[in-house]
């Protein structure tokens, strides 16, 4: 059976050092998600592999499907339910967007299966809405480097250039989980106004160099004195593993990937020693690791739809 609708969704690095809430990249590790079959609204059936595949088969513990019916009711707009076929690669509550690239792709099969018609500031917005902060959604849905600001209620964002070819990122993943709720509760209800402008100062300056390709720039504007000092503490290693990346001379920054465990590296040249001291550290505290080696330019949502779309809304009633 071909599916109905085809999305690619792209891993994640948010909060990037001085960019907590603001600042996030889509590397290109996927996740992939395939609506096979119409059933009626309610109903839905899942077939998950790779990551977390068991606890995702289960349609109340699926993300994708909380997405798109929270979706559906804020567009006030009746969805039918489907059948779902998904291939995770993306390591689950590692701090690689994996719960992004899941409300990125049920918003996205409620706007296809609905009909309705919304922009990409809505997507966004919906996105967001759900998420709680568009770092992580909107990296996913535009792919690169996107730098964005949410009242709450409006959004807004703005896509910096791409990498060179040259700067890859190394993400070092820890076989062990930071929940978001627990790296949330690890920050200071209140900071030092000293450390408040630090982080303005390096904000400011991860943003521009960015913009203008000053890479050597990096490693001052990914510094952090608001999340990662507090977080470096709820995974093993993560009080040693900054300064021993940073030494390396193809180094350019590093920093804690989203809420953690993950650390992401931004590399120009050869990677090879740069993964190696990352996972070592993790190794000398006990904890087994993987590494990928990323674009951190990566490509954002994509939506393949099938020609049998239309014909498979009618037979449920959906228009």
């Known amino acids: 059976m071909n599916p109905l609708i085809t999305l690619r969704v792209p891993a994640t690095s948010a909060n990037l050092g001085s960019g907590f809430d603001a600042i996030g990249m889509a590397v290109s590790l996927y996740n992939i998600f395939k609506v096979m079959e119409i059933l009626p609204r309610g109903e839905y059936k899942i077939e998950a592999h790779g990551e977390g595949s068991r606890e995702l088969s289960q349609p109340k513990a699926n993300l994708v499907v909380a997405a798109y019916e929270e979706t559906c009711r804020r567009w006030n707009v009746e969805g039918p339910g489907f059948s779902l076929w998904c291939h995770n690669i993306i390591p689950l509550c590692r701090g690689l967007g994996s719960s992004a690239g899941a409300v990125v792709a049920g918003v996205l099969i409620a706007k296809h299966l609905t009909g309705h018609e919304a922009d990409d500031d809505e997507l966004l917005r919906e996105m967001t809405l759900i998420e709680g902060h568009p770092d992580n959604v909107a990296p996913c849905y535009l792919g690169g480097m996107v730098v964005s600001c949410w009242d709450g209620k409006d959004l807004r964002y703005v896509n910096l250039p791409a990498l060179p070819?040259?700067?890859?990122?190394?993400?070092a993943v820890p076989d062990e989980r930071v929940k978001t709720s627990d790296a949330r509760d690890a920050?200071?209800?209140?900071?030092?106004?000293?450390?408040?402008?630090?982080?303005?100062?390096?904000?400011?300056?991860?943003?521009?160099?960015?913009?203008?390709?000053?890479?050597?720039?990096?490693?001052?504007?990914?510094?952090?004195?608001?999340?990662?000092?507090?977080r470096s503490k709820l995974f093993s290693g993560g009080d040693v593993i900054f300064s021993r990346v940073q030494e390396l001379p193809?180094?350019?920054?590093?920093?804690?990937?989203?809420?953690g465990p993950s650390v992401i590296a931004l590399v120009r040249g050869t990677t090879h020693r740069v993964a190696e001291a990352m996972c070592r550290t993790f190794t000398e505290y006990g904890v087994r690791s993987q590494f990928f080696v990323l674009d951190g330019s990566a490509q954002g949502a994509r939506v393949d739809l099938s020609m049998e779309l239309p014909d498979a809304l009618k037979n449920v009633g959906v228009k």
């Not at 070819?165 to 993400?171: F, G, I, Q």
């Not at 030092?192 to 504007?221: E, H, I, P």
């Not at 193809?250 to 809420?259: P, T």
Request: net charge negative; with cysteine; aromatic share 12%.
């Open 187 to 230: 920050l200071p209800k209140e900071v030092a106004f000293s450390d408040a402008v630090f982080n303005v100062g390096r904000a400011a300056l991860l943003t521009a160099a960015w913009a203008t390709g000053k890479w050597d720039y990096l490693k001052w504007g990914m510094d952090d004195k608001l999340h990662q000092p507090y």
């Open 165 to 171: 070819p040259e700067v890859l990122c190394v993400a």
């Open 250 to 259: 193809e180094c350019l920054s590093v920093a804690i990937s989203g809420s």
